[in-house]
Nanobody
Framework: QVQLVEFGGGLVQAVESLRLSCAAS????????MGWYRQASGKQRELVAT???????NYADSVKGRFTISRDNAKKTVNLQMNGLKPEDTAVYYC??????????????WGQGTQVTVST
């Protein structure tokens, strides 16, 4: 089946950088919007950034100017470059994608989640 696999989580200090990547695999006809979401301990999952198949990006106010989302349609990947990390960025990050696996099937998929911890 279609799946999304994430890479790049870890532990860093405040103001340092980290890059997350997510790759789609399986039977894929096309990929629509892709994005990143995060969920801090004890809180609701929230949107971080999204990007359309044409490359139009949108960001949550809390990460504007610090994070950059990008995608490679040929490689079927979506990336999140996180600069100037803050302790409040600590959360489990999940990638998301709208994937058409057949001419009659178009569903929403989630990555497995990867921990990002920013210390002081």
């Amino acid at each position: 089946q279609v799946q999304l696999v994430e890479f790049g989580g870890g532990l860093v200090q405040a103001v340092e950088s980290l890059r997350l990547s997510c790759a789609a695999s399986g039977s894929i006809f096309s990929i629509g919007d892709m994005g990143w979401y995060r969920q801090a301990s004890g809180k609701q999952r929230e949107l971080v950034a999204t990007i359309t198949s044409g490359g139009t990006a949108n960001y949550a106010d809390s990460v504007k100017g610090r994070f950059t989302i990008s995608r490679d349609n040929a490689k079927k990947t979506v990336n999140l470059q996180m600069n100037g990390l803050k302790p409040e960025d600590t959360a489990v990050y999940y990638c998301n994608a709208q994937i058409q696996s057949a001419v009659w099937i178009f569903n929403n998929y989630w990555g497995q989640g990867t921990q990002v911890t920013v210390s002081t």
